[in-house]
């Protein structure tokens, strides 16, 4: 009875148009109230205290912030030109660039979004004045954009981490194989399309001299020196994900201030930036923790828990079954919305099934990243759309092949769990 008079009045409030944070909140208050745990409000102001004080989410604005500096300060077109010259003499050479160019820049923006815009703003006008397919375009830099949580350091991550009470590091660590393998994925996808149509891409150009190759580097190494220097360490067990997140936004100041980049206006844009992204997320979390105190005082967790068991579903049965779960509210609400409204009911479950935690978080964030290009609220789609003035379902069709590759590759994940767990075991 508790559960269906939960989901009735978060449907109510969510069809009413109330903004996500305050639909789950108002939820969680009203459920405690009418479920007789009135006693129980006077905990959610420390409820909120203990959420927003929390340590690791100290990194979501840091690591938007490094991201936001990159993008703004002119440094993440250079980049994309730097890697667009060493990927040069490929057929199809920028649609590798755009996939080979976004998996790098996730290792410093953290966010599907800004990934998508970064690489798009610079991709979009000259792949369409050299002649290659619209829908190639718009596929490989959604597909790209959608790299920008898998690959670490994504916010996703950090919020999987906090709200599971599991290592943020580890889940980074655990992050990079899968991400590598995507990655690999899209890219021989590309190959093998533009080799059985050619007519998508125009005719290759002249092969750039290693004088370029080696001149290009100048703009391809200070994005890779910053995602070395984050991912290093943490890896090395030198540093916190918070204090790795401070070491990427000093870098992307002192880079950005060491190639003249770096205006007044590109600095206040970048703070302030952050500044809405983060609350609008940190609000999400706070919404989402009030309703899954609800959760817990009225016993809903335990009853979905306790039901599932008695449904006697196998172990990869149970997870397709999530799975499927997922793929369709991605297609509804956006990722982190959708993570914190489900991971205190759903993640019980999980443990209870005998599923790795760090090997769930990244398939969950890789599920995520799906929703980011599927219809109809696929951020990453809306971003591409913007930039590009295109017909939305002109934008989706080119997204389309890409889908069905996170689809494999998430199958990859549970048939090779090693591809998220090695790594962190050899954590020091």
């Known amino acids: 009875m ?37 006693a129980s409000l006077t905990s959610v102001a420390s409820i909120g205290w203990n959420t927003m004080e929390n340590f690791v989410l100290t990194s979501v604005p840091l690591f938007l912030l490094m991201g ?3 993008l703004r300060s002119g440094l993440s ?35 599907s979004a ?7 703003t610079v991709a979009i006008p000259e792949m369409r004045e050299r002649g290659y397919a619209p829908r190639m375009i718009y596929g490989t830099i959604a597909a790209g954009g959608a ?5 670490p350091p994504g916010i996703a991550t950090i919020i999987y981490g906090a709200i ?34 050619p007519e998508l891409v125009p005719p290759g150009g ?15 190494f200070p994005v890779v020196a910053l995602m070395v220097a984050v991912l290093g360490s943490l890896w090395f067990g030198i540093a916190t994900p918070t204090e790795s997140a401070a070491v990427g936004a000093s870098g992307a100041v002192l880079l950005a201030c060491l190639y003249r980049r770096l205006t007044w206006a590109a600095l206040r844009d970048s703070l302030v930036n952050t500044v809405r992204i983060t609350c609008m997320v940190l609000f999400i979390i706070l919404g989402a923790q009030i309703l899954s105190f609800a959760f817990v005082r009225t016993g809903i967790n335990r009853q979905v828990s306790e039901g599932v068991v008695a449904l006697d579903l196998s172990r990869w049965t149970l997870f397709a079954v999530i799975t499927i779960l997922y793929i369709i509210l991605g297609m509804l609400v956006d990722g982190i919305s959708m993570m914190v409204l489900t991971l205190p009911v759903l993640y019980p479950v999980i443990l209870n099934a005998g599923f790795d935690p760090i090997w769930f978080g990244v398939v969950l964030v890789t599920l995520i990243e799906l929703g980011q290009i599927t219809p109809p609220v696929g951020l990453v789609l809306f971003v591409i759309q913007g930039i590009s003035r295109a017909p ?37």
């Open 206 to 220: 002249s092969r750039p001299t290693l004088a370029q190759r080696w001149s290009a580097l100048v703009d391809v």
């Open 147 to 151: 790299l920008g949580n898998l690959i």
């Open 114 to 120: 800004a990934t998508a815009a970064a690489i798009g």
């Open 164 to 197: 599971v009470e599991q290592s943020v590091a580890k889940l980074f660590i655990a992050s990079i194989i899968p991400g590598a393998m995507v990655t690999a994925i899209f890219l021989l996808y590309i190959w093998v399309a533009v080799h059985l149509r």
């Open 2 to 38: 508790t559960l269906t008079l939960l989901l009735a009045i978060l449907l109510g409030c969510l069809l009413s148009g109330l903004w996500i944070p305050f639909a789950l909140g108002i939820t969680g208050l009203v459920v405690l109230y009418l479920a007789g745990h009135a």
């Open 392 to 428: 939305m379902n002109e934008v989706a069709r080119g997204a389309l092949p890409f889908t069905l590759l996170f689809l494999v590759s998430i199958v990859l994940m549970a048939l090779f769990p090693q591809t998220a767990t090695w790594l962190p075991s050899l954590m020091r």
């Open 77 to 111: 077109s250079r980049f994309y030109r730097g890697v667009a010259v060493w990927v040069s003499g490929v057929k199809g050479e920028l649609l590798h660039s755009n996939v080979v160019a976004s998996a790098i820049f996730s290792a410093v923006c953290g966010s």
């Open 68 to 70: 936001e500096l990159i």
